[in-house]
């Protein structure tokens, strides 16, 4: 079957000697606006390149669009219900917890903080549901019925731990509308909606700070050693300042939390003499990102203390794959999600299955063998290059038929997104770049902040969208995949 495809918004290709030349000015305004990442190769802290980007902004449907802005809410508040539902998280972590090790000991942690009696009630989520338009329509088996080149939105994930492109996101709209404009096609960028994700985030944050409400307190990111999307956080640091100069943000590696950081009698967590409002983890999200027992240390001191964690560690359990498959599971929703939007709800997930050792799970791996094309295989990571597609799915399933760390994988139907033809501008790449087909993943940003029993805020807060190569399995940017997008609303 042929992939569908979906027009570009300015028919292509565009004249060699205008493409050149607009390129040109882009790269200089991505490099002024902070449209950019460290240089992984040739690593400096004093420059920044500029990051991938698709030069103009590649279509989506605004039904599907609208459809997934409204939805956000509901998701918003299923994540929060799942992240404190702790017999349900016991339930569906049980196998993987004996062959993941990393899932296990962010659960220990889980389970210590809770014997000791929770601290802080409150939690800050800043969840991002990434979703693909599914051209092939499961009604027809091919193109929709609906005789449009897609068929409705598919979740991909959703991320409930270190969710960037709060500032990447809004700024690839700014880009593309410069370039637009630069082309004479000014009158397009009413077709790109507005994209407030920086601000909404932001906001997410400076909310949790009051709701702490200690006014010498402090605002502590969690970094790796080196940041390579360092552009994405700082602006989040920039925006704060703005809007809240009294705000103090420090930005500390997981080590450093160990090194510089004391619990006092209130539980505080104590950096610099001052205590710490909001935690918000921009790492400790994969295995690497805690190389010795003081990361884990650290980590578990935050989660003892009365800051209010971005993710507390209940939601980022509550963001695993694992999880994500359970509630795909017949009847379990409906523990969660009320009356219609259960419906609304289960539209959303593309088939999940879980790979433990019973019947549904011997019944998954036959399904994956018989086709593999058909699915990718994902473990309990996060940050992307871990999933397998394919011959890989085969050949992981065949190897581990009988091992138990077959549970510490689920297996997703592969979600066959529309193609788009387009540029994309790529650092040190030449000008002017080939024209490729592509495939775009776009990403809702939500807040909510709540305790087990009472919700403060809970919003939609902006989006973004990362495009890849068609032929590409993966796209992520800061990985260098993918590339900037921004959505061109058909
Ligand atoms: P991570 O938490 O590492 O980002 P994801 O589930 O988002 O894990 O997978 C990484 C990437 O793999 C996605 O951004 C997407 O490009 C691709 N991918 C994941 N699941 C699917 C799927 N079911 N169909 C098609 N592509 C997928
Ligand atoms: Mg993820
Ligand atoms: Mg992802």
């Known amino acids: 079957m042929t992939q569908a495809r979906l027009a570009s918004c300015i028919p292509l290709p565009l004249e060699h000697k205008l493409l050149v030349t607009v390129i040109e000015k882009a790269k200089d305004w991505a490099l002024m606006h902070g449209v950019g990442m460290r240089d992984r190769k040739h690593f400096t802290k004093d420059a920044i390149q500029i990051a991938p980007f698709v030069l103009l902004p590649s279509p989506f449907p605004r039904t599907e669009f609208n459809k997934a802005i409204e939805l956000q809410p509901i998701l918003n508040e299923l994540m929060h219900k799942v992240a404190h539902d702790d017999e349900f998280?016991?339930?569906?972590?049980?196998?993987?917890?004996?062959?993941?090790?990393?899932?296990?000991?962010?659960?220990?942690?889980?389970?210590?903080?809770?014997?000791?009696?929770?601290?802080?009630?409150?939690?800050?989520?800043?969840?991002?549901?990434?979703?693909?338009?599914?051209?092939?329509?499961?009604?027809?088996?091919?193109?929709?019925?609906?005789?449009?080149?897609?068929?409705?939105?598919?979740?991909?994930e959703i991320n409930s731990i270190a969710s960037g492109?709060?500032?990447?996101?809004?700024?690839?709209?700014?880009?593309?509308?410069?370039?637009?404009?630069?082309?004479?096609?000014?009158?397009?960028?009413?077709?790109?909606?507005?994209?407030?994700?920086?601000?909404?985030?932001?906001?997410?944050?400076?909310?949790?700070?009051?709701?702490?409400?200690?006014?010498?307190?402090?605002?502590?990111?969690?970094?790796?050693?080196?940041?390579?999307?360092?552009?994405?956080?700082?602006?989040?640091?920039?925006?704060?300042?703005?809007?809240?100069?009294?705000?103090?943000?420090?930005?500390?590696?997981?080590?450093?939390?160990?090194?510089?950081?004391?619990?006092?009698?209130?539980?505080?967590?104590?950096?610099?003499?001052?205590?710490?409002?909001?935690?918000?983890?921009?790492?400790?999200y994969e295995p690497a990102q805690y190389p010795s027992s003081r990361e884990w240390d650290a980590r578990l001191r935050v989660e003892r203390s009365s800051a209010i964690k971005c993710p507390s560690i209940h939601y980022q359990l509550a963001g695993?794959?694992?999880?994500?498959?359970?509630?795909?599971?017949?009847?379990?929703?409906?523990?969660?999600?009320?009356?219609?939007?259960?419906?609304?709800?289960?539209?959303?997930?593309?088939?999940?299955?879980s790979l433990d050792f019973d019947e549904s799970g011997e019944r998954a791996v036959?399904?994956?063998?018989?086709?593999?094309?058909?699915?990718?295989?994902?473990?309990?990571?996060?940050?992307?290059?871990?999933?397998?597609?394919?011959?890989?799915v085969r050949d992981a399933l065949l190897r581990m038929r009988r091992a138990r760390e077959r549970a510490a994988y689920v297996l997703m139907e592969r979600i066959l997104p529309p193609t788009v033809a387009g540029y994309v501008v790529r650092p040190g790449a030449a000008v002017p770049p080939p024209i490729t087909d592509l495939v775009s993943e776009l990403g809702i940003f939500g807040v909510i902040i709540g305790t087990r029993d009472k919700i403060y805020c809970n919003r939609q807060a902006g989006h973004m969208l990362r495009t890849k190569l068609a032929e590409a399995n993966?796209?992520?940017?800061?990985?260098?995949?993918?590339?900037?997008?921004?959505?061109?609303?058909?």
């Open 366 to 392: 036959e399904m994956a063998l018989e086709d593999a094309e058909r699915f990718v295989l994902k473990p309990q990571r996060e940050g992307g290059g871990n999933n397998l597609y394919g011959a890989d």
């Open 89 to 156: 998280l016991e339930h569906t972590l049980q196998n993987t917890l004996q062959v993941d090790e990393f899932t296990a000991k962010l659960y220990d942690i889980w389970v210590k903080v809770r014997e000791e009696g929770i601290t802080q009630p409150i939690s800050l989520g800043m969840l991002r549901s990434d979703i693909m338009l599914e051209s092939r329509c499961p009604h027809t088996e091919n193109q929709c019925a609906k005789h449009t080149p897609y068929c409705s939105w598919k979740q991909v």
């Open 474 to 490: 993966e796209g992520g940017v800061a990985a260098g995949l993918g590339a900037l997008d921004s959505p061109y609303l058909v």
């Open 165 to 284: 492109f709060g500032h990447l996101g809004p700024v690839s709209r700014e880009i593309q509308s410069y370039i637009l404009r630069q082309m004479g096609h000014g009158d397009l960028i009413k077709n790109m909606p507005e994209n407030r994700a920086l601000s909404g985030l932001c906001s997410g944050i400076i909310e949790a700070y009051d709701l702490f409400g200690v006014p010498s307190a402090v605002v502590l990111f969690v970094v790796e050693e080196v940041s390579y999307n360092i552009c994405d956080q700082r602006f989040h640091e920039f925006e704060i300042s703005e809007t809240r100069p009294d705000i103090m943000i420090h930005r500390k590696t997981l080590n450093e939390i160990y090194e510089e950081t004391t619990l006092n009698d209130k539980k505080q967590l104590i950096l610099e003499g001052k205590p710490v409002a909001v935690v918000y983890y921009r790492s400790g």
């Open 320 to 353: 695993t794959k694992k999880v994500q498959q359970a509630l795909a599971a017949p009847g379990v929703l409906e523990k969660f999600v009320a009356g219609s939007a259960t419906e609304r709800v289960r539209d959303i997930f593309t088939g999940l299955y």
